[in-house]
């Protein structure tokens, strides 16, 4: 049912927006600041999607879900700040360890101490990666000048082939396993190519200080959409999962367990296989429908063990590990900014979560501890609590960090990821062209599909049918001048 | 709502079967034979799935969907055979036609006579390729020898590596465009290998006589699911999308657009990609979801263009035709037993699929009548009739011909496919260990996933408790003696 105004019509918004993670807040906040009416509709009881902070006591919080910020991820930072929540920096202070070809090793630095010949034929390999990646044009990866042939083959192909030693080898399967959640033939290697170039290269994706791993956001990164829907108001609807969503030329139904709202306007911001899981009528054309068979999630569980004190700190260690045994193969200190409790923070990723996500969490817990009293002393093997979250059990997310194409879906299908669809728009980091799977590129894609929106041409709610819908909420600024007539898609 | 019995008590049926195509019907006929009560949902207003009649006058039809029967298909064999629809062989009749290297080239048997260079590189990875796939254990290919190798690359990889000529790349580029309506890119080289060996061979795959399209069913393929599912009578609804299955340890409650049913099991028998639109509560284990995220359906329109005789066969053409050029890579004489009309059926597959999906029909009948007139000639140019059919189009298949597995799928979830969940079981072609992807293969993952419920433990219904519908409908037999009661997973 359409929500009927005073006069028994049925009220039309200017736009819905599908989903209340950061791509779908930020959507709705441009849209709202832009003098438009917006409803959220979100599956679950919460906003944030892939962003949740368990508390741990003393209103302090961890992340099982995404948590850091670095360098370059200039929208998310801006937003954080826009609603004031600051950052801190991930502890790093210490030893960082490196557990490779069966020893530990101490060392400073973002380069462990290997065997020149492993480090030189990785560093020369990592160029190579990296001069290919600056090739790829962001907007259309599709259109790069070898993108046939590096959509044909799989990253494990690729680091086989340009690769001479084991070493070099193990350190790209532990840098794809910490960036993808998923094993090297599960992406092509146009895939590891554009996100590598959205990202400003290989470090920027694996480092702590001075990447992507660099802060955190003090009160949890949940705590920004948290505010951002705050902000919004009663205009995000919780609960309320969408089944069906009905298109004409300039309108759309939305239905959702909870709500069914009548807008011009639809902005779909969840992962995209998730999208094809929604009903809609008339169907989508095949070549967006097959898309979303095409970019699978990826699988990691994020697990943490909570100690009274960051002891490995008292060792000189920074509590960063990464290791080519496993199942463990990063870990983190993730205690909070004051230090109490002490955090270690490991993820079960790729093959390795696959294959744990049907172990017991009790089988977990004690694969995880074993992992910190290799990596960290005696002192990690008795946790007083552990926490974890493995998202592909998540109904509504279905996996993390975020999805992929394997061979042949960029050069394929990738010009259907952005195209809006009559009027239905689509966002998510999965769509963006910076910072690609990032809270940066959440908030880059909400901007955009927004964009996409307030540019498209004037539909029935802005020419003033159905009046009751289309004037401004509390809050909101008076609605600036339409853009130019052009056409959504 | 679930069906209500005289007392006003849940009625309880032994099981249910999502989608009527050949497996879901091939389910519900193995479980009436055994006495079991069942329902079958269909959310078409039609039987048959991707089998599908079109009429073309004077009572006769083409298939604009699966069509053929080859020898060692011996289950379709006896299902057709068993509902009196019979068979004539595929008119092959006259010389074939091989568009190659910019040549036109007319030749009898299945080898076109193309330089012996590329006809020995070609036969010499043939048979490394079925020498590997032999190796395939069907029921696991997860556990072939070198699984994670062969699994870690594309086909295109692999063919890259073992051919030195252009022109056997070409030969198998058609090869994988034919038979899986995909590009090598698409594929691991494990699911090549999986499906080949399934098939026995790759010449089993490719031939018309002595191959998979060796025959045709008189009346259409269709015909066999009807006859199929006039034997079952009112057991199959139509126009019953099925959106929810509700689940517990020994029961489900199956709700779909058009009916509720409660039942001890259910059998989905739909194509994987489309089983995880369904909604499950409990929500299904991450592994399984995943998988369904992991296996897209092929892309192909299949064009049939319409004469009053099929007048290449004058000329002694076959009217079978192969090409490197394209759009239409492979042609056939899809004329009705008494040769009127000629029918000339192409196939526009893979990256050629989805390229002309996006064109208009006319477009596309364009581009097919100029292939099929620069084949067989100038009379080919006018069509009485164009007939197309693009699968991805299809809300309730999403492509054709069936589905596949990207590098990593089969490694990593492979052993999901057919693992049941609860009351929950699993059929379709892509389920299959013979004939994986063909007709054949949907019978026999229908006779599998038949046995699969009949030989579980006993379910509510069958120990009584909701008596009503556990009777036998008319034309079942007794219910025989339950099997042991092994568990369902």
């Keep these: 049912m359409a929500r009927k105004n005073a006069n028994g019509a049925a009220a039309e918004l200017d736009a819905v927006v599908v989903g209340a993670g950061l791509a779908g807040l930020t959507a709705a906040r441009e849209l709202r600041r832009a003098g438009r009416s917006v409803q959220v509709l979100e599956a679950r009881d919460r906003v944030g999607g892939r962003l949740l902070n368990e508390p741990i006591g ?32 991930t502890h790093t202070h210490g030893d960082t360890l490196a557990e490779f070809g069966g020893r530990l090793i101490n060392f400073r630095g973002s380069i462990p101490p290997l065997s020149p010949h492993i480090l030189l ?12 990646a600056r090739q790829v044009p962001l907007e259309a990866p599709w259109e790069a000048p070898h993108a046939r042939e590096w959509d044909s083959q799989t990253f494990s192909s690729w680091v086989e082939h340009v690769t001479f030693t084991d070493g070099a080898r193990r350190i790209f399967e532990v840098f794809v396993e910490g960036v993808w959640s998923a094993q090297g033939e599960d992406l092509s290697l146009l895939h590891v190519l554009t996100y590598v170039h959205s990202a400003g290269g290989v470090d920027a994706l ?21 505010r951002l829907a705050e902000d919004l108001g009663d205009v995000v609807t919780l609960g309320a999962p969408v089944r069906r969503i009905e298109h004409g030329l300039d309108h759309v139904v939305v239905e959702s367990d909870g709500a069914s709202v009548r807008a011009a306007r639809v902005i779909v911001a969840i992962p995209p296989t998730l999208t094809g899981r929604i009903v809609y009528d008339p169907p989508l054309p095949g070549r967006r429908d097959q898309l979303t068979q095409r970019m699978p999630q990826g699988t990691v569980i994020k697990c943490m063990a909570l100690y009274e004190k960051p002891f490995w700190r008292e060792r000189g260690l920074s509590g960063e590990a990464t290791s080519d045994v496993g199942p463990v193969k990063v870990a983190y200190d993730n205690s909070p900014p004051d230090g109490r409790p002490g955090v270690l923070l490991g993820f079960l990723e790729g093959r390795v979560g696959r294959e744990l996500g049907r172990a017991t969490e009790a089988e977990r817990r004690a694969a995880v501890v074993e992992c910190f009293t290799r990596f960290f002393g005696p002192d990690a093997a008795e946790p007083y609590r552990y926490i974890e979250r493995s998202w592909a059990e998540e109904e509504w997310t279905r996996g993390c960090y975020g999805c992929y194409f394997g061979p042949g879906g960029w050069t394929s299908y990738g010009s259907a990821l952005r195209q809006p669809i009559g009027p239905i728009h689509w966002a998510g980091s999965e769509t963006a062209t ?14 955009r599909a927004a964009r996409e929106v307030l540019t498209s041409r004037p539909s029935a709610a802005a020419s003033g049918s159905p009046p009751a819908a289309a004037r401004p909420r509390r809050g909101a600024r008076a609605a600036p001048p339409r853009g130019p007539a052009t056409a959504g898609r």
């Design 58 to 89: 003393d209103g302090k919080v961890v992340e099982v879900g995404g948590q850091w910020l670095g360098p370059t991820q200039y929208r998310m930072a801006a937003l954080a700040r826009s609603v004031g929540v600051d950052t801190f920096p």
């Design 121 to 132: 034929d990785f560093g020369r390999a990592q160029r190579k990666l990296e001069a290919m």
């Design 434 to 447: 910076v910072w690609l799977g990032y809270m940066d590129g959440a908030v880059q894609s909400g901007e």
């Design 206 to 226: 694996i480092d702590t200080g001075g990447g992507a791993q660099q802060d955190r956001f003090v009160g949890g990164s949940q705590r920004v959409a948290e």
